[in-house]
């Protein structure tokens, strides 16, 4: 990364937990989630007292809502709304030729990891980037979450605004992060204000073969592998 950051307060252990269970959290919910509870609750026991309070607030969500609930209101709020969608590049770029390359550097970062998605996924949703930064390699997904730092703290306000439950989650997330910097602060204020942009030209870019998935040798790539936790299986 061109720009330092401090490193990280909490260990790599606690990473793995936080950044894990927050992939779980923030996916489309459904029965195998639900069955995941204990699992969750587990994890949350090992972390400071602020993050656990985070999660354990979403896990009690989960716990206390009827799923079909559930599942209408994760549409509704990360479907139906810019400032509250889970794709990281889509807060700098919109859909413009820009967030085409900015998903191909995303690819390229995990192509050069071994690491290939799932057809059906975009590299720049938060489930994927927590993922990868908790199972794969901390330091470039921490990275990738520091590149998107502004877009995150826009969706962390917006869905604290909504007083949304999956607030938290992203509210426990950005407590892994250090403090929002000056310049940071100000992209905050400049996507508050004026939103992601809107130019719609397609994210034709993304699929050039240089990066799709046939760019890694066979023996070479490995599927991203769903959230899991350390000693889970």
Known sequence: MSRKYPAPTLSSRELTLTWQSAALLLDYPDEALIGRIPLLREAASELPGSIAASLDQMIVELERTPLTQLQADYVETFDTRRRCNLFLTYFAHGDTR?????????????LSSGFILDDAELPDHLCVVLEYAATIDQSLGRGLMLDHRAGLELLRLSLRDMTSPWFAVIDAVCATLPPLRGEERDAVRRLAAEGPPEEEVGLAPFATAEFSPGAAPESDRTLLPM???PGAR
């Open 98 to 110: 820009k967030r085409g390359m900015a998903l191909l550097r995303l690819k390229q970062t995990y």
């Open 227 to 229: 959230p899991t936790f």
